[in-house]
């Protein structure tokens, strides 16, 4: 198999999408500056807040409802659609996240909170997004342009956990977003291109090559999981599919029997060792079920001391896997060609 060296990856990944990952750590404090700069205050919504926002630019408020999990006071809610949940009103913050401003479901689900009178915010770097949220009065945080949605997550994710604390919904979580930014530092170096050929990322990007990966966790690892599939898919260009612990257990358990029957999966268990007893044990038991048909079983377990650090880390593990997965496979990371199909269809088909 391939060598995943800087020069075999740039040879591959022609617009750098691995620098970007490595940049995750400036990302994340940059973020912070970024929302502070929005002059965002806290909104009076004891409704909590609503994340309207699809793929890439949801992704952030997937991980951050993840690591915030039953630290939430409020409900936090994420919108993957045309329109807001009917509870949706006054009382609601509308978190509206779009990295090019002009994803078409995002703005009709801002054009929905405007409707229903829900205050809001925005995060983007530009667009018809942004030209709403002007004319509106709405606070923007300014998203650094030229990333792939997917690349900017550190600002996805940041902007989502202050959006949760400035709805009421979530304490502020500032000192373990910086405390992540230092743990990605020497991460980067022990995951990174530079590392050996044996280090982790390298090791679980090669076992994983040619298999459909399976990807679960509990809890912030079940966020991070989800993150996982879709950075296989958008960077490897994969199928792929994620589970969470401890539903999986009751029902997508019983398939890993026949799996290898059917074509060759592999199952990637992301751990925090920090999660509710009952479900570190159900992601050892899970694993020793899934090896009866999936080749190969993976364990990962997350690094650091604080929930963020280790959300942050399976995170930033993911995108290296997957870029180099990409790279295994001579896909280009940046090539999204399902998802630039269908929107030129759509961009192409008259609204009804
Ligand atoms: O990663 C991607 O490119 C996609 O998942 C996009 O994030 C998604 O299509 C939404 O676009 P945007 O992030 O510009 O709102």
């Known amino acids: 198999m391939g060598s995943l060296t800087r020069e075999a990856i740039a040879a591959v990944d022609s617009t750098g999408q691995i620098d970007e ?27 909590g807040l609503i994340v309207a926002g699809m793929g890439g630019s949801a992704s952030g408020a997937r991980l951050a409802r993840g690591v915030l999990g039953s630290r939430l006071t409020r409900p936090m809610y994420i919108s ?4 807001l949940p009917g509870w949706a009103g006054p009382s609601t913050l509308v978190f509206a996240s779009s990295y090019s401003g002009n994803t078409e479901e995002t703005l009709s689900a801002y054009d929905d909170a405007v409707d229903r009178g829900a205050p809001r915010l925005v995060a983007s770097t530009g667009g018809a997004l942004v030209a709403r949220a002007r004319a509106d009065g709405a606070p923007v945080v300014p998203i650094p342009g030229g990333f792939q949605p997917r690349a900017a997550i550190g600002y996805a994710l940041v902007s989502a956990l202050e959006a949760a604390f400035l709805a009421g919904a979530a304490p502020s979580v500032r000192s373990e977003i910086e405390a992540a930014a230092a743990l990605v530092d020497s991460l980067v170096l022990e995951w990174g291109p530079d590392a050996p050929e044996d280090s982790e990322a390298k090791s679980i990007a090669r076992s994983l090559h040619g298999t459909v990966p399976v990807i679960v966790g509990a809890e912030l690892a079940s966020a991070a999981a989800y993150r996982w599939k879709c950075q296989f898919n958008e960077n490897a260009e994969l199928p792929a599919f994620a589970a ?7 029902n997508e358990v019983v398939g890993w029997e026949a799996a290898a029957e059917l074509g060759r999966f592999s199952y990637v268990s992301l751990e925090d060792p920090e999660a509710h007893p009952r479900n570190v044990l159900r992601a050892e038991l899970t694993a020793e079920v899934a090896s009866a048909g999936a080749d190969p079983v993976v364990r990962v377990t997350a690094r650091g001391s604080t929930p963020v650090e280790r959300l942050v880390s399976l995170v930033l593990l993911g995108d290296l896997v997957t870029i180099y997965a990409a790279v295994l496979r001579g896909a280009d990371p940046v090539d999204i060609p399902g998802i630039d199909a269908v929107k030129a269809a759509l961009s192409a088909a008259p609204v009804s």
């Not at 994340?28 to 965002?40: E, H, I, K, N, Y």
């Open 244 to 250: 969470s612990l401890p539903e999986a257990d009751h």
């Open 80 to 83: 993957d659609d045309y329109l």
């Open 21 to 47: 990952v490595l940049e995750l750590s400036e990302h994340l404090t940059d973020a912070l500056w970024r929302v502070d700069s929005s002059g965002a205050r806290p909104f009076d919504t004891p409704g």
